[in-house]
C-alpha cells in the first residue's frame, strides 16, 4: 500500500497549525515539516514548524513534494520526508494540494481536510488582521474537492472531537481500499 498523505488545508488562523499537531502527538501520526522563505515568526522553532531557508534554489523541483509561492514567500517539502509507508500529516495551501494530486498521486494516497473557520471566529481569537488578509492570494477550491471539511467555529474541545473522528474516518477509508 502507498504511504497516505492527510494534506490539511485551511484559512491563516483557522487551526491547521493545531489539527497537524494533534495528529502527531495525540494520535502518533508522522508531521511533514515544510521549508519555506518566510521569516520565522516569534515562538516559530526551527525543524518544527519549518526548516527555515534563504531560498529555494539549490532543491530541484523533481525533489519537491509539493512547491507553492505565497504572500512572496516559498513553501515546499521534499518526496524523502514522506516515510515509506503509514500515514503522515502536511500542512498546505490550495495551490499545493492541487499540485500534490495532480502529480504525485501515483506514488502516495493524498486525503485533504479543510479547516472551516469564519471571519468572525478568526478575529475573535485574536489573528491579526495582516494574516487574514494575505488570505487574499489564495486560489480557493470547491468544498467539493475536499474528502473532509472539519468546521472549526466552536470551542477546542469541540475540534478536537472532530479531529478525532475525521482521523478515524480515514483510518477506515484507508483499511477498506
Ligand atoms: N476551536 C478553537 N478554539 C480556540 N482557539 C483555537 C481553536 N482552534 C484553533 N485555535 C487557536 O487559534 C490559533 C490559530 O490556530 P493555528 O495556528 O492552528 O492556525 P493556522 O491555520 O495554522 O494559521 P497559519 O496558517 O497562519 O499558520 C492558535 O493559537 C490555536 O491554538
Redesign the pocket.
Known amino acids: 500500500m502507498k504511504p497516505t498523505i492527510i494534506a490539511i488545508v485551511?484559512?491563516?488562523?483557522?487551526?491547521?497549525?493545531?489539527?497537524?499537531k494533534m495528529l502527531q502527538e495525540q494520535l502518533g501520526v508522522y508531521l511533514i515539516v515544510s521549508h519555506t522563505t518566510r521569516p520565522m515568526r516569534e515562538g516559530e522553532i526551527e525543524g518544527v514548524d519549518h526548516y527555515y531557508i534563504k531560498n529555494a534554489h539549490r532543491f530541484g523541483r523533481s525533489q519537491m513534494l509539493s512547491y507553492t509561492k505565497f504572500a512572496d514567500y516559498e513553501y515546499f517539502a521534499l518526496e524523502e520526508q514522506v516515510p515509506p509507508k503509514g500515514y503522515c500529516a502536511y500542512?498546505v495551501d490550495e495551490r499545493g494540494l492541487r499540485f500534490l494530486k495532480e502529480n504525485k498521486s501515483h506514488k502516495f494516497d493524498i486525503i485533504s481536510i479543510r479547516?472551516e473557520?469564519t471571519m468572525d471566529t478568526l478575529l475573535e481569537?485574536g489573528?491579526p488582521l495582516c494574516?487574514i488578509m494575505r488570505d487574499e492570494d489564495r486560489e480557493p477550491l470547491p468544498l467539493g474537492y475536499y474528502d473532509c471539511v472539519i468546521e472549526?467555529?466552536?470551542?477546542?474541545e469541540?475540534?478536537d472531537m472532530k479531529i478525532y473522528e475525521t482521523y478515524k474516518k480515514i483510518c477506515r477509508w484507508q483499511r477498506q481500499r
Open positions: 485551511g484559512a491563516s488562523g483557522s487551526g491547521k497549525t493545531y489539527l497537524s500542512v479547516v473557520a481569537r489573528i494574516r472549526n467555529n466552536g470551542t477546542i469541540e475540534f
